[in-house]
């Protein structure tokens, strides 16, 4: 098993004809994950490389059964995108797309919770299920299949935490890339529930980062509903306050959403905090022997 995708995965991708979109999908397809159809509106009857084009998600899902769908469209556009894919019913969206206002984002995260539908993102590089499905951008070939759950805030710093595993002889049931934006789709509570729920996920590896109170919420939510081990990671020791890192939401405001307040609150619950994405790997190691 996985979480979020897997060889069920039927995806259908918004924005299919842009350069992007096109790039992706197509490495997301070569990896195995099964690309049923994209979306753009006025292209419908086209095909991308064999992938058929629809005008709409509903015209998608209604001849492919797409159940998930990649956005690749444009930032103001991408909140449209989204209503979009989940008024087609489309169970599982995966947002890639920068810079979508954050005002949007309020009002499409109260949308989508009456619904039920899933969003990863925005702001994020996916969501990689090793061996069975990659649904984003991320480096498929750097990681390896297994049972350590990994989910993360940054993307570049799952790759290599993801690669450290690999390197030891482990690997990953799922990586989830739930971006760095202010208001996500996907909180680390909502992907750790669904890890703890999953029989094959063993161990749980969180990457936060500075800005928030997202990684205080996740180490309550261990400390009350977690049965599994989770390690972690925090990114921004070094960085000065008040000062954006990156990310829209990577910024201290005060003492609040320092790196060292959100390593103590981990700690605090008994998980273990690596000082470098080599350490959290060689830690995770060391738990399973």
Partial sequence: MAILVDKDTRLVVQGLTGSEGRFH??????????????????????DVDGVPVFDTVVAAREATGANTSLVFVPARFAADAVYEAADAGIETIVCITEHVPVHDMLRLHAYLRTLGTTLVGPNCPGVLS???????????????????????????????????????GLGNS???????????????????ARF???????RVVLVGEIGGDEEEKAARFVAESMTKPVFAYIAGFSAPPGK??????AIVSGTSGTAQAKKEALEAVGIAVGTTPT???ALVAAAGR
Avoid: C, W
């Fill in 244 to 249: 954006t890192m990156g990310h829209a939401g």
């Fill in 25 to 46: 999908a197509l490495r997301n397809r070569a990896y195995g994950t099964n690309v049923v159809a994209g979306v753009t509106p006025g292209k419908g009857g086209q």
């Fill in 174 to 192: 799922t990586v989830v890339g739930i971006g760095g934006d202010p208001i996500a789709g996907s909180s680390f509570v909502d992907v750790l």
């Fill in 196 to 202: 703890e729920a999953d029989p094959e996920t063993e």
């Fill in 130 to 168: 090793p061996g069975k499905a990659n649904v984003g951008i991320m480096p498929a070939e750097v990681y390896a299949e297994g049972t350590i759950g990994l989910v993360s805030r940054s993307g570049t710093l799952t790759y290599q935490i993801g690669y450290e595993l690999a390197q030891l």
């Fill in 279 to 281: 350490e959290v790997a």
